[in-house]
T-cell receptor, first 110, second 115 residues
Framework: QQKVQQSPESLIVPEGGMASLNCTSS?????YFWWYRQHSGKSPKMLM?????GEKEEGRFTVHLNKASLHTSLHIRDSQPSDSALYLC??????????FGKGTHLHVLP | EAAVTQSPRNKVAVTGGKVTLSCNQT?????MYWYRQDTGHGLRLIHY???????EKGDIPDGYKASRPSQENFSLILELATPSQTSVYFC??????????????FGHGTKLSVL
């Protein structure tokens, strides 16, 4: 079973819309979640990380964390075509061993 | 920004041949990682290292060996390449310890085709 589960697999939103991506860990020892973004043909780059319960906002991007449910979500408001990418979630439950989910493909239509 | 360099960028190999993928980082990070990326699978961890001289198995180590001769260099070795190892391979470095939110920095990837 995939330790880090992401949903949906694919998401289409109109330009200017809100995109919401989900990620759940299967390990109760999780402390950190990371969100990485990978544009087509490029390497992944970290977008945001979260440690504490609650939310963290950076510009158009907001990350929520609920440690009790081992769930994090990434929300992108005012989505732009340049936000179209593969979004990968990772957790830290294995210390040095960083495990990623399968990702969510986001398509923002102009 | 941290620099991770992979070589080669593209590689075509024959079934049964030996392939070595190289990775160099100049950021003095302790940890280095090899992932492969295939459609529908995201990034899967093959091998990782805590520092020079150490290598650890990731989630899909079968058919791969790793070598970390120095802090800067981490190689992935396919002794007997098979077509199922056709993929894009990413190297990454970072100081992730499980007690911090340090990020990983990725190289640009190596596209490997095994014919």
């Amino acid at each position: 079973q995939q330790k880090v589960q992401q949903s949906p697999e694919s998401l289409i939103v109109p330009e200017g819309g809100m995109a919401s991506l989900n990620c759940t860990s299967s390990d109760r020892n999780v402390d950190y979640f990371w969100w990485y973004r990978q544009h087509s043909g490029k390497s992944p780059k970290m977008l945001m990380s979260i440690f504490s319960n609650g939310e963290k906002e950076e510009g158009r991007f907001t990350v929520h964390l609920n440690k009790a449910s081992l769930h994090t979500s990434l929300h992108i408001r005012d989505s732009q075509p340049s936000d179209s990418a593969l979004y990968l979630c990772a957790d830290d439950t294995n210390a040095y061993k960083v495990i990623f989910g399968k990702g969510t493909h986001l398509h923002v239509l102009p | 920004e941290a620099a991770v360099t992979q070589s080669p960028r593209n590689k075509v190999a024959v079934t049964g041949g030996k392939v070595t993928l190289s990775c160099n980082q100049t950021n003095n990070h302790n940890n280095m990682y090899w992932y492969r990326q295939d459609t529908g699978h995201g990034l899967r961890l093959i091998h990782y290292s805590y520092g020079a001289g150490s290598t650890e198995k990731g989630d899909i180590p079968d058919g791969y060996k790793a070598s970390r001769p120095s802090q800067e260099n981490f190689s992935l070795i396919l002794e007997l390449a098979t077509p199922s190892q056709t993929s894009v391979y990413f190297c990454a470095s970072g100081d992730v310890t499980g007690a911090s939110n340090e990020r990983l920095f990725f190289g640009h990837g190596t596209k490997l085709s095994v014919l």
